[in-house]
Nanobody, 113 residues
Framework: VQLVEPGGGLVQPAGSLRLSCAAS????????MSWYRHAPGQERELVATITSAGGRGNYADSVKHRFTISRDNPKNTVYLQMNNLKPEDTAVYYC???????WGQGTQVTVSS
């Protein structure tokens, strides 16, 4: 099972960024997918979750109406579209599946002017 996450980086406040997570060797279409984040000195936070079929996601209050989780099942990929980014969104972002409790390697997102 492998989750690969390219796509982090540095972005200015109020900017946008899209993260992706590509899954392999894994029945992707049968499982919900989640994005978490971990900022220095803080606990890991569940950011968003999407069901196996897609559709509306569930979000942490801190990102609601700014972030959108989606998935492309034929491509075995889950996305996190992040808009109106704030400095407090700075963290390492991880995708996760409950299938064998697998985590991606994490990607750094830094929001700073």
């Amino acid at each position: 099972v492998q989750l690969v996450e390219p796509g982090g980086g540095l972005v200015q406040p109020a900017g946008s960024l899209r993260l992706s997570c590509a899954a392999s060797v894994f029945p992707f279409t049968s499982y919900p997918m989640s994005w978490y984040r971990h900022a220095p000195g803080q606990e890991r936070e569940l950011v968003a979750t999407i069901t196996s079929a897609g559709g509306r996601g569930n979000y942490a209050d801190s990102v609601k109406h700014r972030f959108t989780i989606s998935r492309d099942n034929p491509k075995n990929t889950v996305y996190l579209q992040m808009n109106n980014l704030k400095p407090e969104d700075t963290a390492v972002y991880y995708c996760h599946t409950v299938y064998r409790g697998t985590w991606g390697q994490g990607t750094q997102v830094t929001v700073s002017s």
